[in-house]
């Protein structure tokens, strides 16, 4: 299979993700499933699994890159850029997740004293584009991986469509009937734009890191703010279990 051919499959098998495990039909079937906390812990485990085997030890592989592609005037902080990056990408997403929690503890505060439905709609689209924006990412980070070769992109595709489960289950218990109806299908829509804009656009080494560090930030907050225990009650040894077995998968295709 052609490179450009095989990141296409995955980027429609990651957009599958979203858009059948959104809809209403299939919330109904599958929430006894993900009601067992068991699941999300394990895939926080895989996701969270992936950043520190295989995404950070690229990024230090790549930062290089960085250093030297500034020249002989090494900017402030050169050696550092890439995690400040990954940083970054955390600290925004756990903004976005604090705007969020912080609106849905005012909801029923809002509707005793008459707040406009359009703030609840501005919170819900500010979280749905936000992961719309980091999905187009992860999409367009598919041909890179294609051209590592065939174990790089099933590896990679494996654990984003795991990482996808949990980022549509959080989506769909904070937004329920407006995320099922229509935000899901935005999000399998990003996926798939963030491949087209990646087989038009050459990824640079440098662009490539600094893409790798917002990733890295973005699945570490996702995957820890469905996982730490808080009311949610994470599970350990699911997350322990999903986190060992897929590091080794990781370290045997290596």
């Known amino acids: 299979m052609e490179l450009a051919h095989a990141s296409l499959v995955a980027a429609i098998v990651l957009a599958l993700v979203y858009a059948l495990r959104g809809g209403a039909g299939a919330a109904a079937r599958t929430e006894r499933f993900w009601s067992r906390r068991r699941s999300i812990s394990a895939a926080a485990g895989v996701s969270v699994a992936y950043v520190f085997v295989d995404v950070l030890p690229e990024l230090a592989a790549h930062n290089q890159a960085i250093v030297e592609s500034a020249g002989a005037a090494e900017p402030l902080f050169a050696e550092e850029r890439v995690y400040i990056l990954a940083l970054a990408s955390f600290v925004v997403l756990y903004g976005v997740e604090h705007i969020v929690l912080a609106a849905h503890g005012k909801r029923a505060e809002n509707v005793q004293d008459g707040v406009h439905e359009g703030a609840r709609d501005a919170i819900y689209w500010l979280h749905v584009g936000g992961f719309a924006a980091y999905s187009a990412l992860i999409g367009y980070l598919l041909v890179e991986r294609a051209e590592r070769g065939l174990a790089a992109l099933v590896v990679y595709t494996l654990a984003m469509a795991i990482h996808f489960l949990i980022v549509n289950h959080a989506l769909a218990e904070e937004h329920g009937g407006a995320y099922r109806r229509g935000g899901h299908w935005w999000l399998a829509a990003s996926v798939v734009a963030g491949w087209v804009v990646g087989t038009m656009l050459p990824l640079s080494e440098v662009t490539l890191a600094r893409l790798f560090a917002v990733l890295a930030g973005g699945i570490v907050i996702t995957s820890l703010r469905s996982e730490l225990p808080d009311e949610r009650h994470?599970?350990?040894?699911?997350?322990?279990?999903?986190?060992?077995?897929?590091?080794?998968?990781?370290?045997?295709?290596?």
Do not use: E, S
């Open 234 to 254: 994470g599970r350990f040894w699911p997350f322990v279990l999903g986190a060992a077995l897929f590091a080794a998968l990781l370290l045997a295709t290596t």
